[in-house]
């Protein structure tokens, strides 16, 4: 990186310029543990279902159990769009830190929430109400995090870095979710499953909701990336103003359903895919999802350099293409396998595949918005889309299974990220014709003036 700053940057920038990287990184990492936390918080209940479903859902066989757990899992998501328009709001009107700090204090409560619940043999039919409630709250939260998170890392990066910033949104994505599959492992092997089954699954809870509690503490001193001139903005932060660009609106729609519902397909779902379906033990599961999820997490910002070097538009089409031509032969293969290490490839290979819209994920959307609306715009189609085909995956993928009919689940991914593909083409390069370069995000601070330029 040059030393030098570039043509047109004044003295007082020259003066700040290394107190504002070090603010820029700051900012960053408070960002993305709160999306950690809050990431782990939502996951943890994925990965202990399988010992508290019984607890909640006690009448039928474990498909039948796994199946109404699943079902809370998929309202979380369902409160997601009602979070990406409030929080949308807020950011667009008061700040993308409030909305980031509120957003993380929410989840500490829900997660307190079901570390203490009673069970269904203690409340009977309050304490599966109450779990759904304490996923409300989540899914509220979640639905607040990441159109709020997405904006602000596309915000804070400079042009030529904003793929590789942004793929820290799912690269801290991800750790959240290992670090809960790595703390149930731990649980695993540490304590009996009857422990496990009786009182282990609310030790990650717990966990979850102090972590939270240090996070919201650091987002205090996190950089506002908002303008008071854009949150002045007569139609910031509403649907109005957000519905002057339905094009954009239409295309977050179109990418965000494949999109997410690839993603949970190859993170949540694959952990019972490979109990139920492809045979493998629980602990040896938890081993490959463990190990495929660090690879995983390691490629998000290899490959939001290669974006950064080829273009958001071409990232996208080797996405949406390789998705749809190569998702059913790998999970019929998963399916038939009968070796961890193969199982491993397996599944790694198409994270792989999701590796290419996965660090981009937030930014292109970001790009399609204007500073006024784009917390609002990231957030709200996204929330739809993604409670519509994410939330739901693990869900049909159960209920086709219950059906007999398991494998018309792979072509149903195939299928919806068709949508992606037309999407992907329909993109502009928007690295040269996006929105936020030169929109006034954070050019009101010298500081960061400083840090763009140099680098």
């Known amino acids: 990186m040059a030393n030098a700053l570039k043509p047109g940057i004044d003295a007082d920038v020259r003066d700040t310029a290394p107190a504002a990287r070090r603010k820029v990184v700051a900012s960053i990492a408070g960002a993305c543990a709160g999306n950690l936390v809050e990431w782990y918080d939502f996951f943890v209940y994925a990965y202990t279902s399988i010992y508290f479903a019984a607890a909640f859902f006690p009448a039928g066989d474990q498909t039948t159990q796994l199946l109404a757990t699943a079902g809370v899992f998929a309202v979380g998501f369902f409160m997601r769009p009602l979070g990406g328009w409030l ?3 807020i950011a667009d009107t008061r700040g993308r830190k409030i909305s980031m700090i509120i957003s993380v204090a929410m989840m500490c409560a829900g997660s307190l929430l079901i570390a203490c619940l009673p069970t269904y043999g203690t409340i009977g039919f309050l304490a599966p109400a109450l779990l759904v409630l304490a996923r409300l709250v989540q899914g509220l939260s979640v639905g607040a995090e990441y159109g709020t998170g997405a904006t602000y890392l596309a915000e804070v990066a400079g042009p030529g870095r904003r793929a590789f910033y942004g793929s820290f949104q ?7 979710q290992l670090l809960a599959l790595l703390t149930v492992t731990l649980l695993q092997h540490a304590m009996p499953v009857e422990d496990l089954k009786a009182w282990g699954w609310r030790v990650p809870f717990v966990i ?3 972590g939270a509690i240090v996070v919201s503490v650091l987002r205090r001193s996190m950089h506002e990336t908002a303008t008071p001139k854009t949150m002045r903005d007569k139609e910031a932060g509403s649907i109005k103003g957000l519905m002057r660009h339905k094009r954009a609106v239409v295309l977050v729609l179109a990418i ?3 999109g997410s519902l690839y993603f949970y397909t190859f993170t949540t779902y694959m952990q019972k895919f ?10 040896t599961v938890s081993f490959i999802m463990t190990s495929a999820l660090v690879c995983y997490m390691v490629a998000q910002p290899v490959f939001g350099l290669l974006s950064d070097r080829i ?3 071409r990232s996208m089409l080797l996405y949406s293409a390789c998705a749809v031509s190569l998702v059913v032969p790998i999970l019929f293969a998963i399916q038939a396998t009968k070796s961890p290490l193969t199982a491993f490839g397996l599944v790694l290979s198409g994270l792989l595949i999701g590796s290419f819209y996965t660090p981009i994920a937030g930014l292109v959307k970001a790009e399609l918005f204007p500073a006024e609306v784009r917390a609002l715009g990231v957030g709200l189609p996204y929330a739809i889309a993604n409670a519509i085909f994410g939330g739901t995956a693990e869900y049909v993928a159960l209920f086709l299974r219950s059906e007999n009919v398991e494998t018309y689940f792979f072509f149903y991914v195939a299928l919806i990220n068709g949508a992606v593909l037309l999407a992907s083409i329909a993109l502009p390069h928007l690295d040269r014709h996006g929105y936020l370069e030169g929109d006034g995000a954070i050019e009101s601070n010298a500081g960061f003036r400083a840090s763009r330029a140099l680098a």
Request: proline fraction near 0%; avoid cysteine; hydrophobic fraction near 50%.
């Open 274 to 283: 490979l109990v139920l379906s492809a045979g493998f033990s629980a602990t």
């Open 256 to 258: 965000t359903m494949g």
């Open 87 to 89: 929080f949308g709001y």
């Open 311 to 313: 273009g958001i538009k």
């Open 170 to 176: 799912y690269f801290t994505i991800i750790a959240g």
């Open 208 to 210: 979850g909701a102090f």
